[in-house]
């Protein structure tokens, strides 16, 4: 603090010399050794971050130009996927909402029922319990994604099929549930899958974020008379807020790079259907997975377009969250 | 709208700690009552008991009788979030809704208790903020966050949302420790003023405030560390900090120890 109340009285040009020493570090530092090995340390590691996520970009974009130059469809409204063909023809059209259906799915089955183990571990179970289902529920993560993959294959599609049709003849009014057909390897089954691969982590960082909630905030509800619900809903959910959207958008995020699971149980039909009960679909990770092998340079070119498409949609879901998290910042 | 609380035989643990030991008191209504003594005493302690926030700490339990009119708020049969209801509490570090306007934090115990007329909010908004003596410096500006206001707005504040809803009681943690001497004088003021309509108990470790704000003090005291704390003496303020009966109390207030 008084350093800061001793820059403001300073002259304008003596104020910027200080600013400029903040910025580079040597004003904070003591010039030892340790000091500025650490701070070259840190530096490099952010440097290291930022190189890596260009190398990626630029790689993808080199691979992806030429595929995109003899593309004779529409890259981003297509719905083709025939990159191997002469004349390639390819769009992400199907690829894109598949992606984003089974994700947004998977966090919407995902986040309640995360946020309700992490409100039960952290406010309702004993002490004893709440650490060792704590723990079985980051064991979820540790689960290998092609064992995720397994099981929805060979054990949960065969019980989705029934799930399915009692939703299709129930709730069939709603559009995203209707259809004629519907099946065991549709959209729906994966973002189930999903939604149990991306339950820990949501689970977990709400549960940090629930520990994080000041006790003066806690209390101040409770003298006010405030029953354990209310008092969730007074100080924790409030204060949890962003830390609960961060989640979900992690979570979100996740959702839309898995790979194996997806691609083990999604029946691939060609085709963007909005009926998520019936059976077909497929991911930008899925596709990848599936066809990479035997793909030509320019089918290669084109899947890579396709990662790169994965990419910005990855970053615009996490620039959404922020602004999100940032909108009621004068309240936090 | 004020009672009489009268505790008897109160033990208070947390854990297998004995926190405070025997202690037995009478705290009359519309009437400030002041608790002094040294750190660690157990004052605090034995200030949430007489809300039942003491038990809100893992593993932290009573025993005794808290008689606040003649019902005991240890019977079984009492639900706490009932007497918290009635027993209204001040901390020592404000601690309004961070996420909540000022309008909402007076609010928020109202609407606990089931109001939701927006007319009738707002009236009881405005009551209780002008009885703890803030409406003139937040009246064009409740829909601002309350975290945004001084500390001791803030504790002013805490102040309104606890009488918003009419308790009996009013507990005061050290409310005025982490406040600057203008808003301490602000918060005795109004101490002042509330007495006429709530019983008020408030822990301090400040003996000028006690000996200013308060009608009758009590003095605490531990034999040494890890040991319970005890009741010493509770009296008239006057007798208290004149000629108290006890000699643990008058070394206290003289300062020559604590």
Redesign the interface.
């Known amino acids: 603090m008084s350093s800061e109340s001793g820059v403001e009285a300073k002259s304008g040009a003596e104020v910027a010399a200080g600013a400029r020493h903040r910025a580079t570090g040597t004003r904070m530092s003591t010039g030892r050794a340790g000091d500025r090995i650490f701070a070259g340390a840190a530096r490099g590691s952010g440097i290291v971050v930022l190189g890596i996520v260009a190398a990626i970009g630029a790689f993808l974009v080199w691979k992806a130009i030429p595929a995109l130059q003899d593309n004779e469809a529409s890259f981003l409204t297509s719905e083709e996927w025939n990159p191997n063909a002469a004349p390639p023809r390819f769009g992400i059209a199907q690829l894109a909402f598949g992606t984003v259906m089974s994700s947004l799915l998977a966090m919407l089955i995902a986040t309640p029922v995360a946020i309700g183990i992490a409100l039960f571990i952290s406010f309702y179970s004993p002490?004893r319990l709440a650490s060792g289902l704590g723990y079985v529920v980051d064991l979820l993560a540790a689960v290998p994604s092609i064992v995720y993959g397994l099981w929805g294959l060979a054990f949960l599609s065969k019980h989705m099929e029934g799930i399915s049709k009692f939703l299709n003849s129930t709730l069939g009014w709603i559009p995203l549930l209707g259809g004629d057909s519907p099946g065991k390897n549709s959209i729906f089954t994966a973002s189930v899958v999903l939604a149990i691969m991306i339950l820990p982590i949501i689970s977990s960082i709400s549960r940090e974020v629930f520990l994080q909630v000041?006790q003066?905030?806690?209390?101040?509800?409770?003298?006010?008379?405030?029953?354990r619900w209310?008092m969730i809903r007074?100080?924790v959910l409030?204060?949890g807020?962003s830390g609960m959207i961060g989640a979900s958008m992690l979570g979100l995020g996740r959702a839309m790079g898995e790979t194996i699971a997806v691609a083990m149980v999604l029946t691939f039909v060609p085709g963007i259907n909005w009926h998520v009960l019936e059976n077909g679909g497929s991911t930008f990770a899925a596709n990848i997975a599936n066809s990479f092998d035997e793909a030509s340079v320019t089918g290669r070119g084109a899947l890579i377009a396709s990662g790169l498409v994965l990419f910005v949609i990855t970053l615009v879901v996490n620039m959404a969250a922020r602004a999100v998290v940032a909108r009621?910042k004068?309240?936090? | 709208m004020a009672k009489r609380i009268e505790v008897s035989g109160l033990h208070a643990y947390y854990g297998g700690v004995h926190a405070i030991e025997d202690i037995s008191m009478t705290v009359e209504p519309r009437s400030v009552t002041a608790f002094i003594g040294p750190s660690g005493c157990g004052k605090s302690t034995f200030l949430r008991t007489l809300?039942r926030?003491h038990e809100?700490i893992?593993g932290a339990r009573v025993e005794g009788k808290v008689l606040l009119d003649d019902e005991d708020l240890y019977e079984s049969s009492v639900d706490p979030?009932?007497?918290?209801?009635v027993v209204?509490?001040v901390?020592q570090?404000p601690?309004?809704?961070?996420?909540?306007s000022i309008y909402d934090n007076v609010a928020?115990?109202l609407k606990?208790?089931g109001v939701r007329r927006k007319a009738r909010l707002d009236e009881i908004v405005e009551e209780s903020l002008r009885g703890a003596n803030l409406w003139n410096e937040v009246q064009d500006r409740l829909s601002k966050?309350g975290?945004?206001l001084s500390g001791g707005q803030q504790q002013r504040l805490?102040i309104a949302?606890?009488i918003a809803?009419q308790p009996q009681v009013l507990l005061m943690d050290e409310p005025c420790s982490a406040l600057d001497p203008i808003s301490t004088l602000a918060i005795e003021d109004l101490i002042d003023k509330l007495k006429t309509q709530y019983t008020i108990v408030i822990v301090t470790h400040n003996m000028q405030q006690a000996a200013r704000v308060s009608d009758r003090t009590a003095f605490f005291n531990i034999a040494g560390t890890g040991k319970p704390g005890k009741l010493i003496e509770i009296d008239d303020t006057s007798k208290i900090f004149t000629n108290p009966e006890q000699k643990a109390t008058e070394d206290y207030i003289t300062g020559r120890f604590g």
């Open positions: 002490r000041p003066d905030h806690v209390e101040a509800s409770l003298a006010l008379g405030a029953t209310e007074m100080s409030p204060y807020r009621r004068e309240f936090v | 809300n926030m809100v893992p979030v009932a007497v918290r209801r209204g509490m901390f570090r601690n309004p809704f961070p996420t909540m928020a115990g606990l208790n966050p975290a945004g805490c949302r606890a809803v």
